[in-house]
């Protein structure tokens, strides 16, 4: 939707057929000046063969945070469906493939969550983090995001009392450079 507002053509890729109609009703309207191009592709975040290397002005992506939250129950390449350490590695195509389609000199964003286990930070927002680096990536910027009321707030309310540990209130925004 910002994209289309800001008259800039983007291609949306996503595993999951109810993430790109979503996207398909929220760029479904008309405002004078908004004249990005949409492109929704149904694919996979790990082979981006359809798109030629240098390619890419801009990447956005926002994966998911391992299995914390699970988007889907039955699509194979849903990241969502892997534990942190199967998911990190599968976040190293990402990397390799986002690092391919981008032009040089161009920027790469990341919106990246921790988690909990057994009482105790998982900081994996800094693993994805390396694995960008290691792509080849520069960290330009590191952003914090606080985050509130999301869907899983209420049971780690919860538990924060119950455990004695605190809420996680922050994702982290990587900006990384080609
Ligand atoms: C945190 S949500 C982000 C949703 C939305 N793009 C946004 O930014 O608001 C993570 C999304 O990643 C998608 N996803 C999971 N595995 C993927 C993969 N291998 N390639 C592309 N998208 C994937 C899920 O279907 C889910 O829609």
Redesign the pocket.
């Known amino acids: 939707m910002e994209a289309k507002l800001l008259s800039r053509n983007i291609i949306g ?4 057929d109810v ?1 790109i109609e979503r996207c398909r009703e929220k760029i479904d309207f008309e405002h004078e000046g908004a004249n990005g191009k949409v492109y929704l592709k149904k ?4 082979n981006l063969s359809f798109i030629k290397d240098e390619h890419i002005d801009l990447i956005c992506t ?3 945070y391992a299995d914390i939250i699970k ?2 129950e039955d699509i194979e ?4 469906r892997l534990k942190i350490s199967d998911f990190l590695e599968e976040m190293k195509k990402v990397a390799k493939e986002s690092y391919r389609v981008l032009k040089k000199d161009r920027f790469c964003a990341i919106l990246m969550g921790d988690t909990r286990k057994k009482g105790c930070m998982i900081p994996m927002s800094f693993d994805v983090m390396k694995i960008f680096q290691e792509a080849g990536f520069t960290l330009k910027e590191l952003i914090i995001k606080e985050q509130h009321n999301c869907r899983a707030t209420g049971y780690w309310k919860t538990n924060s009392v119950k455990y004695n540990f605190l809420l996680i209130a922050h994702e982290y925004l990587f900006v990384f450079k080609k």
């Open positions: 890729v996503d595993v999951n993430a694919g996979d975040a790990r926002h994966p998911p988007y889907s390449e849903d990241l969502s």
